[in-house]
């Protein structure tokens, strides 16, 4: 399923995406992100980067999907895979403090990042390895 790249699987996840890039707030940087979560009940759920006059606030599109998925009853390890698409020709992965806020919610977790032509997948253990989690103080 989301261990094949070119998997159908992607497809809603991809949509999901693209769409939410459609109406990224992006102003400043003028690189407007799309990102899709699938949760275990089935639900995509899409985000885009949000940015700010004041610089620091801006939110990216895979934080803002997880909140949604959060709000929409998101609990850890509820994370089946990821998506984050952008029209540069470099894929974008995401970025540190994206992959410490889904490492929260999924130890493991297929993350694909495409553009209109190419795909790359990438797993999140791989992505942010020997991550710091509740369990270093709980
Ligand atoms: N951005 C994301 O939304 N996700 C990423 O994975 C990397 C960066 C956004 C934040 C900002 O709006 C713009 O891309 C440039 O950094």
């Given at each position: 399923m989301f261990d094949d790249p070119l998997s159908p699987s992607w497809t809603p996840l991809l949509e999901a995406a693209w769409q939410a890039r459609e109406h990224?707030?992006?102003?400043?940087?003028?690189f407007q992100v799309g990102a899709a979560l699938l949760t275990a009940t089935g639900e995509v759920v899409a985000g885009c980067n949000v940015e700010n006059?004041?610089?620091?606030?801006t939110l990216c599109a895979e934080r803002g999907a997880l909140s949604a998925a959060v709000a929409a009853g998101l609990r850890?390890?509820?994370?089946v895979a990821a998506v984050v698409v952008t029209d540069v020709a470099e894929l974008t992965p995401p970025c540190g403090a994206c992959r410490q806020a889904l490492v929260e919610f999924a130890a493991t977790l297929p993350v694909l990042l495409a553009n209109r032509h190419t795909r790359r997948l990438h797993h999140l253990e791989n992505l942010l390895p020997h991550s710091f989690t509740g369990s270093h103080f709980q």
């Open positions: 990224a707030h992006a102003p400043y940087s003028h006059a004041a610089y620091p606030v850890p390890g509820g994370l």
